[in-house]
């Protein structure tokens, strides 16, 4: 996915929007896994002003900035600040909005210090919350998105796949399908042996893979054929003490030893998943998600059955492509995609914030909560 190359002006001639981003790890700024931050979007887009990047490692927050600054689009970081202590930034700069691109375990929570959520909305901040939205019990996270709903504060959850034409035709597609979708199939097989992070092995502080990663598949499973009847949901795993859970190319710490050596076998995420359950309407549905692969690339692709209809989506994160065999047809339509869902998404959370609306959201967080519910009671059972 190339990342823009001209300011994107179909929203321009409004206020400026006085940005902040709250991490500045990969998911706000970029990394080794791939071009999927939010710094590179919202950077072309006419009108943000992005004016601090908070981060307790204030050396990687200011390597972030000095990049962006060295970049294409200098002028949107002109007046940038980084702090330490994204509670002094808010006081300081009093932003508009913020992009809250943290740990599991560092945000969704009620109380101080990772109360970030509902001090945002106390201060009136509009909010674009990556997921996963926390890792703690869903029944205590409830907590939090009453205090949201009950703020009225701009917040978009980024699920970003929701923004994706390829799915919006998909969706169509099935719309028009007498019956609507009757099987949901993903399959995501993630590239282990570069992710050197601690914290990522660790599901006391990711949460696990299920819920930090393929909750994005989940959400298209809700989006597309609708909720999902939480009783019925059956796991397998293979767990890391499991023989066939040795991975042969674990990446390692500054000693020599594998990244999760610290961490307790009962603490260690699962290698595979395999979920299966029945959606509320009496539709099927299935994830299977592993840590197989080695290198950086992900192998992922979805597909949904109906009557005379079958859709698959290959390679959703970068270049996809969506075929579809259509009723009376043998032969399958491929369509190539190379939009960007983040950008899009992207837009969409400036417009709301210009509007005063969540009417472009297509991630609430009440609706976040329910795709957030079914990755942790699928992550639950491993």
Request: net charge negative; charged share 20%.
């Amino acid at each position: 996915m190339a990342n823009p190359i001209a300011k994107n002006t179909s929203i321009m001639n409004h206020d400026t929007v006085k940005l902040a981003f709250i991490g500045a790890g990969g998911v706000n700024f970029g990394g080794a896994e791939g071009p999927w931050d939010h710094a590179s979007r919202f950077e072309t887009i006419e009108g943000v002003e992005c004016v601090g990047v908070a981060d307790v490692d204030v050396i990687r927050a200011s390597n972030a900035l000095a990049t962006r600054e060295a970049g294409p689009y200098p002028e949107a970081w002109a007046t940038c600040q980084v702090f330490a202590d994204w509670r002094q930034m808010i006081e300081k700069i009093r932003p508009n909005a913020v992009v809250v691109g943290l740990q599991p375990d560092k945000h969704g929570q009620s109380d101080p210090p990772h109360d970030v959520e509902v001090t945002l909305a106390r201060h009136g901040i509009a909010m674009l919350i990556e997921k996963p939205l926390g890792m703690t019990h869903p029944d205590k996270l409830n907590e939090v998105a009453q205090a949201l709903g009950k703020s009225g504060s701009i917040i978009s959850v980024g699920y970003m796949f929701r923004y994706s034409a390829a799915i919006t035709k998909m969706r169509q597609v099935l719309e028009d399908t007498p019956g609507g979708p009757c099987v949901f199939l993903g399959r995501y097989n993630c590239a282990y042996s570069t992710i050197n992070r601690v914290a990522w092995w660790d599901k006391r502080r990711s949460g696990g893979p299920i819920i930090e990663q393929a909750t994005h598949f989940l959400d298209l499973a809700r989006f597309i054929c609708g909720e999902v009847d939480l009783d019925s949901i059956q796991v397998t795993t293979i767990d890391a003490v499991n023989p066939m859970g040795q991975l042969s190319a674990m990446p390692k710490n500054s000693t020599g030893a594998e990244v999760d050596s610290n961490v307790p076998s009962t603490a260690k995420i699962p290698r595979t998943t395999l979920a299966q359950w029945c959606f509320s309407n009496g539709a099927a549905g299935s994830l299977a998600h592993g840590l197989l692969l080695h290198q950086q690339r992900y192998e992922a692709d979805l597909e949904v059955w109906a009557d005379g209809v079958r859709c698959v989506l290959t390679n959703p994160y970068q270049m996809c492509r969506l075929g579809i065999r259509r009723s009376g047809i043998e032969e399958t339509d491929w369509q190539d995609f190379d939009d960007d869902p983040y950008l899009t998404e992207d837009i969409a959370f400036i417009k709301a914030v210009r509007k005063g609306s969540t009417q472009l959201v297509r991630s609430t967080y009440a609706d976040a909560m329910k795709t957030y519910r079914l990755s942790w009671t699928i992550s639950d059972q491993s």
